[in-house]
């Protein structure tokens, strides 16, 4: 006789379990035949005894059956990338028509803003139109036909991880290892992967602060989802400064179409975007070596191949079928804009990326609660990096508002963020490590 409870005490005494009990656990908490609190005593003991390798792939696999898994019958590798989150972090949106550009299949299952950091479809929903819940049929039409499409999770997509994630965050157990990488893949595996690419950030824009909380991180996911049968690698990059130009939900698209338009603002934005997509090329056998690789990707963004790709996704998924060419007149504008100045002049020698993060939330560009609305047009741009100037001619960056009084609360909160001279603080290298994967 299986019993949910000896599951627990199992774990909660240090015992590993075996993938078929992890496997009905999982039933029990997607069809709510577990209670909260076993559900809630089985995520504290795993939070206190850990899992061992075995344990996590079948703990993810299950989680990713838990509801509908996606097949794809594609001429082409069906590849995603992830990111753990940031600030500035706008990668999605050029990435996913270059793979697609390449020969990839790109079905990218994304999320909203968390805390401190911006979300992919936050950013997607300052288009108007843009439908980021189509119907499955449509999905599949889209990635088949344009070979991208961003779109959020669905509730059919690995429901047994909503339930968990929600327990677990009512119960302080949010912070297991185990769990987070079972709740990532879980969703991400269930979009019927051949490659995964994951950017797990580190520093004080990151939720992984510390750099080797964030390399543990990035073992454990490249271990299970390679584990799990989907061929994964994974880099740990820096967050220590915002990565593009702009924090906000159009303000980053507006980047985003400049960037495929031919216009790097920023450049660790734009060699974080080839990097990742570099390994996704490598990862499912469209290039051998990361010159080839590079070739491919530079090729697709010079010739507007890459460009054409975004257009399409966003006209397929209700967007306008100019935007690519007349972005200005669909993205919102702020109603007060002006620049921040610095104190005194020098280089920015560090940056709070956290309250770069926060101010945007506290402008409307983020979320307190769940249910908040987003206003797109609020947020930051032409930030000032580490190691550049500011001066009377160059400010920090500008700030984009809805009321005069919340956009000099934002302005203050930018110039707090800053700091001006002195030695540049210590910095994480762009890509940090990386994670080798296999490719068989």
């Not at 992890?22 to 069809?31: M, P």
């Not at 602060?209 to 454990?220: F, I, K, M």
């Amino acid at each position: 006789m299986w019993l949910a409870q000896e599951v627990i005490r199992r774990k909660r005494d240090g015992g590993v379990l075996c993938a078929d009990d992890i496997r009905r656990f999982v039933a029990g908490i997607s069809d709510s035949s577990l209670s909260e609190g076993q559900v809630a005593a089985f995520a504290m003991a795993v939070l206190l005894k850990g899992m061992n390798i075995d344990e996590r792939i079948a703990l993810t696999t299950a989680m990713r059956d838990s509801g509908q898994v996606l097949h794809w019958d594609l001429p082409g590798p069906v590849v995603d990338k992830h990111s753990t989150g940031g600030v500035g972090d706008l990668i999605s949106l050029p990435l996913a028509p270059l793979l697609a550009a390449c020969g990839c299949f790109v079905p990218m299952i994304s999320g909203r803003g968390l805390g401190h950091t911006g979300g992919t479809l936050d950013k997607l929903e300052s288009i108007p139109g843009y439908d980021c819940q189509p119907s499955a049929e449509r999905f599949r039409q889209i990635v088949a036909e344009v070979g991208c499409a961003i779109i959020g999770q669905t509730a059919d997509l690995a429901p047994a991880d909503k339930r968990l994630y929600a327990i677990r965050d009512m119960t302080g157990t949010v912070e297991s290892l185990d769990l987070i990488t079972a709740s990532i893949l879980s969703k991400k595996l269930a979009a019927g992967l051949d490659v995964l690419v994951m950017d797990v950030k580190t520093g004080n824009g990151a939720f992984m602060v510390q750099p080797q909380d964030a390399l543990e991180l990035a073992q454990s996911i490249g271990a299970v989802a390679n584990g799990a049968g989907v061929r994964t690698t994974a880099l740990v990059t820096d967050m220590n400064q915002p990565l593009a130009r702009s924090a906000g939900n159009g303000l980053e698209v507006a980047e985003a179409l400049a960037l495929l338009q031919g216009e790097v603002r920023s450049p660790r934005l734009w060699e974080l975007t080839l990097t990742l997509a570099e390994q996704a090329l490598m990862l499912a056998g469209l290039a051998d070596t990361q010159a080839q690789a590079w070739a491919q990707l530079l090729a697709v963004w010079r010739n507007g191949a890459a460009l054409q790709r975004f257009g399409q996704m966003i006209t397929a998924l209700g967007g306008p079928a100019d935007f690519t060419q007349a972005a200005q007149g669909y993205l919102p504008v702020a109603a007060f804009s002006r620049p921040v100045w610095a104190e005194h002049s020098g280089t920015v020698s560090a940056v709070d990326t956290r309250a770069v993060g926060m101010a945007v939330v506290e402008l409307g560009g983020g979320r307190r609660h769940p249910q908040d609305q987003v206003d797109p047009a609020v947020g930051f741009s032409a930030l000032r990096f580490i190691g550049e100037q500011v001066d009377d001619s160059q400010p920090l960056g500008w700030v984009h508002g809805q009321t005069a009084a919340a956009t000099e609360r934002a302005a203050q909160a930018l110039q707090a963020a800053y700091r001006i001279g002195g030695a540049a603080s210590v910095s994480t290298p762009l890509v940090a490590e990386r994670i080798a994967a296999c490719r068989s």
